[in-house]
């Protein structure tokens, strides 16, 4: 242990910049252990070993951190099951086939990232991915984790706004009318198909909602209700144009198919689709449309995210929650924490931080083994992104959920041990590298 600490001492005095981004001092913890290693050029994972207090009251503790050097050559992509919004798949899953859609990356790192619909499946807050609009968040107050063309990382709110436009003949029928989410469940979506509780709270507002092929292979939604299936060129962006034309109409009166069971399907949703699906009062906004009207459906983001091309993250009515502001802890929301994740308990954690010079680090904790790792409470972690350097910071998806996953010889190999399988997940922040 002697020779431990001088090792630890002549690191923070040999390198200002590993003593601060690497070998901080914890204000609540004692540093027992620390290692490294490089992942790729301008990434390198750090891994410390915490100890705190006695006894019956020991507390132990294995935090793996990503950092990212500045201007390293990197891609951060949010990856879901088959690239689509609908349906889980585990962090490891994620980076297969991020290296089976993008052959000229090589995924090196990935964690766990937003929180997601456990009974649905999917991702809750604002998804880019490769300059493409994947979905809307569907907390206003979430912040987002995103990543502009360099790489280069940023924390906030972004707010997107949808609209829909339409003519027949040359002659306005709709001109701007709101479109209330995309690529997420409808309003009427019952209190059993959708958790937690907080999700199906939120969706009460999705009265319009437009699906793309991101979304699933159909719409799949409830009896009732109106769609209106369209014929579309390209892909939507933050800000851009989708064109389009009305192919037909389905009354989702009557949606299911026979088999085993009666399962809703919707509509049908492939490249070269869009379906605008209604209901309650934005039923009489698609009654208006007819075959063969020309539809152009309009996206803004907040500008000063327009540069941002990959973005995940927001699915939570606090914010995410944000854990570091400008420095300072922010104060906890336990009122809306009907995800039965706890505050004051201590579980694994996935976190983001951005220092003051624009340096990203990903925070993955491990948790649920007594003595070695109990893991952190959201207080806890606060202080140790704030210990880590952070000017922001914002707290992911947790518990289970929560893991960080590396490309070794041997495969894509979790480095989190919660002593359970691995959990399917709505999304994953991959790390990839050019030609490595």
């Known amino acids: 242990m002697k020779y431990k600490s001088i090792l630890l001492a002549l690191l923070m005095l040999l390198s200002p910049l590993a003593a601060e981004a ?22 390198t994972l750090w891994t ?8 019956e009251n020991a507390l132990g503790q294995r935090l793996h951190v990503l950092e990212v050097a500045p201007g390293a050559k990197l891609q951060f992509l949010p990856v879901s099951h088959n690239l689509q919004v609908k349906g889980l798949q585990t962090v490891p899953e994620a980076m297969a ?40 968040g569907e907390f206003p107050e979430g912040w987002s984790l995103g990543f502009n063309a360099a790489g280069q990382a940023r924390l906030g709110q972004p707010q997107v706004r949808l ?66 299936a369209l014929a579309v060129s390209g892909h939507l962006t933050p800000n851009g144009e989708l064109r389009g034309t009305v192919r037909g109409f389905h009354d989702t009166e ?16 492939t490249d070269g689709s869009a379906v605008l699906s209604a209901t309650g009062e934005a039923i009489e906004v698609l009654r208006q449309l007819q075959p063969g009207d020309e539809v152009t459906i309009r996206s803004t983001i907040s500008a000063d995210w327009a540069d941002i091309e990959n973005c995940l993250g927001g699915g939570r009515p606090d914010g995410g929650p944000l854990l570091v502001l400008e420095g300072v802890i922010q104060p906890e929301h336990p009122e809306v924490d009907d995800y039965q994740y706890f505050y004051p308990s201590r579980h694994p954690r996935t976190a983001a931080g951005i220092r003051a010079d624009g340096r990203l680090f990903l925070l993955s904790a491990e948790g649920y083994r007594p003595g070695a ?64």
């Open 22 to 43: 690497a070998v901080p001092r914890f204000a609540d913890w004692a540093l027992a252990d620390v290692g490294n290693q490089p992942l790729a050029d301008g990434l």
């Open 48 to 55: 410390y070993t915490l100890r705190s207090g006695t006894g």
């Open 97 to 136: 086939l991020a290296a089976q859609h993008w052959p000229q990356w090589t995924p090196v790192a990935a964690i766990n990232g937003d929180f997601f619909d456990t009974t649905a499946g999917g991702a809750l807050g604002m998804t880019i991915r490769a300059g493409r609009l994947i979905q809307t």
């Open 163 to 228: 609209t829909l436009s339409a003519a027949r003949d040359g002659a306005a029928i709709l001109t701007e009318h709101p479109i209330d989410a995309l690529n997420a469940l409808r309003a009427d979506i019952g209190r059993t198909g959708s958790s937690p509780q907080n999700a199906y709270d939120a969706r009460q507002d999705n009265r319009l909602v437009l699906y793309t092929a991101d979304w699933y292979r159909a719409t799949m939604t409830a009896d009732g209700g109106w769609e209106a």
């Open 254 to 269: 009557q949606v299911t198919v026979a088999g085993d069971a009666q399962i809703s399907q919707g509509t049908a949703l």
């Open 373 to 436: 790792a109990d893991g952190l409470s959201i207080a806890e972690l606060s202080q140790i992104m704030l210990d880590l350097g952070a000017r922001t910071a914002l707290n992911l998806d947790g518990g289970p959920s929560s893991a960080l996953v590396i490309r070794t010889p041997d495969g894509f190999v979790p480095l989190t041990r919660v002593d359970r399988r691995q959990t399917p997940v709505g999304n994953a922040l991959v790390i990839c590298a050019y030609g490595e």
